[in-house]
């Protein structure tokens, strides 16, 4: 196993903050990397970050900058070794794309070149990075495979993924860089983030406000528990698409590998409002709205590639992964 330093981008945020986390307590030091916008509460990011270094001292190096900086960033890295890289840090978030599309431009396109020539330039053994099911659209075929066609995004943040997607392809072409995208369906669990449905359906049910139900509550979703996509994440980390012209996952014949990374089963809005009820002890107040531009109806990953290659084998079912996030978000706001 390496023990360079592995690089991991977005640091401070949700999915970045669990998987430094789950690579410092293997013994592998973590260069973290996060621009600390206030797209949410920063306050949030720099207690993930200070948690980080209280529980694993000198193994984290921490960089605030913006990876989108080209010249900020290549000054940073000078001085540090590392040959892994985990690139989760983007401008998240379906709906914000409709209000800010610059900053899904700078981070997700210009961000995402810059981190593939860092990988190019430095030689990393492999990249590992974050695409999304947002990709696919609003494809009707479920559950959602790899080899489907995912040319018709329906938000621009599902293009800027696609279009990371396809630079990967270029750069394991043409630098025989190894690459694999991972195509993240909804995360949830403790130090998760205020934008996510799960964050506002408690916040609103435990201060007795009414959520806000997109389609009248039928909508699909494959929630996957944090520290399942933890382990898918290192999982792949720790496999490297091979440079031997075969297909890959995702039909690639370059070192360049796309999975699913989801719960693989699907669960109805209404089913998840259930198990918040249970959790949190209180009934929820529905305020049912219609589809939400950007929106999708349902989500479903199919994880057999992933499974194939990996062994990846998502374990917590809602019943037990919400109830974990109440219980940490209760603690961490001390409602």
């Not at 900086?69 to 985990?86: G, Q």
């Not at 994440?233 to 995702?250: F, H, N, T, W, Y």
Request: proline share 6%; with cysteine; hydrophobic share 45%.
């Amino acid at each position: 196993m390496s023990h360079y330093p592995t690089i991991v981008t977005g640091a401070a945020g949700f999915i970045g903050a669990a998987v430094a986390d789950a690579l410092m307590a293997r013994g592998i030091p973590v260069i973290g990397i996060d621009s600390m916008n206030d797209y949410y509460a920063v306050s949030l990011k720099e207690a993930r970050r200070d948690r980080l270094h209280a529980r694993h001292g000198n193994l984290f190096t921490f960089l605030s900058l913006d990876f989108a900086d080209m010249d900020t960033l290549v000054r940073a890295l000078e001085p540090h070794r590392f040959d892994r890289i985990v690139h989760l840090g983007a401008q998240a978030g379906v709906r914000y794309s409709l209000e800010n599309p610059q900053a899904y431009v700078a981070s997700n396109l210009a961000g995402h070149v810059n981190m593939l020539e860092i990988a190019r330039a430095r030689k990393v053994e492999h990249m590992v990075y974050a695409s999304s099911s947002s990709v696919y659209g609003g494809n009707a075929k479920l559950p959602f495979a790899v080899e489907d066609r995912a040319d018709h995004p329906v938000s621009l943040y599902a293009a800027t993924k696609k279009a990371d997607e396809l630079m990967s392809e270029t750069y394991a072409h043409l630098f025989r860089i190894p690459l694999t995208g991972l195509r993240f369906f909804t995360v949830y669990g403790p130090w998760g983030r205020p934008d996510m449905a799960l964050w506002k359906f408690t916040e609103r049910m435990l201060s007795a406000r009414p959520i806000e139900i997109f389609n009248n509550g039928e909508m699909y979703r494959d929630f996957t528990y944090i520290d399942d996509i933890v382990a898918g994440v290192l999982a792949c980390l720790e496999r490297p698409p091979v440079d031997d012209g075969a297909p890959k996952a995702g039909g690639s014949v370059k070192p360049h590998a796309l999975y699913n990374i989801g719960n693989n089963r699907s669960e109805h809005l209404m089913r998840l409002i259930e198990v918040l009820e249970e959790a949190c002890g209180v009934k929820a107040v529905l305020d049912l709205l219609p589809m939400q531009p950007g929106d999708v109806h349902a989500t479903f990953a199919d994880i057999a590639a992933l499974t194939h290659d990996t062994g990846y084998a998502p374990s917590t079912p809602i019943e037990i992964g919400v109830p974990r996030f109440v219980a940490w978000y209760r603690d961490y706001t001390g409602i």
